[in-house]
């Protein structure tokens, strides 16, 4: 499988993944975070790529991070831009702008060491089909 087709794949799947994730605990989902859960396993798996031999659990954290900053800049445009209100932090603790907040930082981290796990998988299966 070619890199483009690779990176379509696995940002659909990603696409795909959050957005069930989100109906499943909130009961819907908006179009955006079906872009925004493709783009955020896609970075998952360039991370994965760049650190090969580094922890889980320090990719994690670049993860986290990546993830908090992808939600920061769609919230700003979905939620304060285009007034969208596909959510809003504004009553948790440690919050930026309703957008962001350390809680869900924390969750990110979490999910990012999963979407480590499905990278490899992805990885170990298109691998399988080369030979």
């Given at each position: 499988m070619n890199k483009k087709a690779r990176c379509l794949l696995i940002f659909l799947f990603g696409g795909v993944i959050y957005g069930a994730i989100e109906v499943i605990s909130r009961g819907y989902?908006?179009?955006?975070?079906?872009?925004?859960?493709?783009?955020?396993?896609?970075?998952?798996?360039?991370?994965n790529e760049a650190l090969t031999g580094i922890s889980v659990f320090i990719k994690a954290i670049a993860g986290a991070i990546v993830i908090t900053t992808l939600e920061l800049?769609?919230?700003?445009?979905?939620?304060?831009?285009?007034?969208?209100?596909?959510?809003?932090?504004?009553?948790?603790?440690?919050?930026?702008?309703?957008?962001?907040?350390?809680?869900?930082?924390?969750?990110?981290?979490?999910?990012?060491?999963?979407?480590?796990?499905?990278?490899?998988?992805?990885n170990a299966i298109t691998a399988l089909q080369k030979s």
């Open positions: 989902t908006h179009w955006s975070m079906i872009i925004t859960g493709g783009s955020a396993l896609l970075s998952i798996y360039i991370i800049t769609v919230g700003i445009i979905v939620n304060k831009i285009f007034m969208f209100g596909v959510w809003d932090y504004s009553e948790l603790p440690i919050n930026f702008l309703g957008q962001i907040s350390v809680i869900f930082s924390v969750g990110w981290y979490f999910l990012s060491i999963f979407g480590f796990f499905l990278c490899d998988k992805f």
